[in-house]
């Protein structure tokens, strides 16, 4: 079975660009979750999809991050003009249900960087 | 508010002594607790999880954790550290029953092991 995939691996821009993540969740799981690490900082929420819709975007840091999940199936991440703040990991993770049981797949992360 | 502190951004030790990484942390509500650990270049990996059952919990790779609710700690053990034990690990902390939009992780200790 595919894990969680996230495509590019690292991705180096230049202040003022945009830049698109994409996630691709296991198969079959309508709960996917994207989380942030700012280097020297903790892992933060940002969002959470259950299926297409976004259940949760507290987490979203300003209106430059745009988060979509056409079809319920992948996931795209575009952030829009990029700041130098928003370098870090941005990682994904899908799970199959909520509640006590669920367990959550991460992928191993977008490292960007802005310049 | 949630919050998670992990003491030592660092952790050595040697091959085949007791490695002890420390989680304190705060919920106004009871607590589902997690450590998860990252490879380099990997994901982040679920290692073990309390949610209010057994206070010693098992987890993977031989590791386990212990919840004291009075000192509101979940600390992670194992006694004997290979070299393949090298690698990032995070604390977290949910609200009981409020899935992973709530997960508030700790800024992550970095574990060295040494032949």
């Known amino acids: 079975e595919a894990g969680v995939t996230q495509f590019p691996s690292h991705s180096v821009i230049e202040k003022g660009q945009t830049v698109t993540l994409r996630c691709d969740p296991i198969s079959g799981h309508d709960n996917l979750y994207w989380y942030r690490r700012v280097m020297g900082k903790e892992i933060k929420f940002l969002l959470h999809?259950?299926?297409?819709?976004?259940?949760?975007e507290s987490g979203m840091p300003n209106n430059r991050f745009l988060a979509e999940r056409t079809g319920g199936t992948y996931s795209t991440l575009k952030v829009q003009p990029a700041e130098l703040e928003d370098s870090g990991v941005y990682f994904c993770a899908s799970s199959a249900r909520q509640g006590a049981n669920e367990k959550l797949f991460f992928g191993s992360g977008t490292q960007l960087s802005v310049l | 508010a949630q919050s998670v502190t992990q003491l030592g951004s660092h952790v050595s030790v040697s091959e085949g002594a007791l490695v002890l990484l420390r989680c304190n942390y705060s919920s106004s509500v009871p607590p589902y607790l997690f450590w998860y650990v990252q490879y380099p270049n990997q994901g982040l990996q679920l290692l073990l999880k309390?949610?209010?059952?057994?206070?010693l919990v098992k987890g993977i790779n031989g590791f386990e954790a212990e919840f004291k609710k009075s000192e509101t700690s979940f600390h992670l053990t194992k006694p004997s550290a290979h070299m393949s034990d090298a690698a990032e690990y995070f604390c977290?902390?949910?609200?009981?029953?409020?899935?992973?939009?709530?997960?508030?992780f700790g800024k992550g200790t970095m574990l060295l092991v040494s032949p």
């Open positions: 309390y949610t209010s059952a057994a206070t």
């Open positions: 999809f259950v299926k297409e819709s976004k259940q949760d």
């Open positions: 977290a902390v949910s609200d009981l029953g409020g899935g992973y939009s709530t997960l508030t």
